[in-house]
Nanobody, 127 residues
Framework: EVQLVESGGGLVQPGGSLRLSCAAS????????IGWFRQAPGKEREGVST????????YYSDSVKGRFTVSSDSAKNTVYLQMNSLAPEDTAVYYC????????????????????WGKGTLVTVSS
């Protein structure tokens, strides 16, 4: 069974940090592009960061560049999203997604070519 399971969300104060995890199972992780997306209440889903598991290249939206870092542990089939300097506008449900054969920039910009979605983890930034 294919699964993407996000974890690590929670409540954090402005300026704080969180690390999200996306654990993948049931498919060959190394062949995919993995992306992090988020959706805030009343807003459209937006791409946050993507990573090519084949060459390790990473990409970020302008809204998180310099604050968020995506990384992976292939031995654990897990992708991480380190989020620093969090602000209230980062409050959203964060989802990870996997796409086979899609360029990470296309995945980031259009959420195109997604084969699998996780169920999401809620991040709330509030004092």
């Amino acid at each position: 069974e294919v699964q993407l399971v996000e974890s690590g969300g929670g409540l954090v104060q402005p300026g704080g940090s969180l690390r999200l995890s996306c654990a993948a199972s049931g498919f060959n992780f190394d062949d995919y592009a993995i992306g992090w997306f988020r959706q805030a209440p009343g807003k459209e889903r937006e791409g946050v960061s993507t990573m090519s598991m084949s060459d390790g290249s990473t990409y970020y939206s302008d809204s998180v560049k310099g604050r968020f870092t995506v990384s992976s542990d292939s031995a654990k089939n897990t992708v991480y999203l380190q989020m620093n300097s969090l602000a209230p506008e980062d409050t959203a449900v964060y989802y990870c997604a996997a796409g086979l054969g899609v360029h990470p920039t296309v995945l980031l910009t259009y959420a195109y070519g997604v084969d699998y979605w996780g169920k999401g983890t809620l991040v709330t930034v509030s004092s």
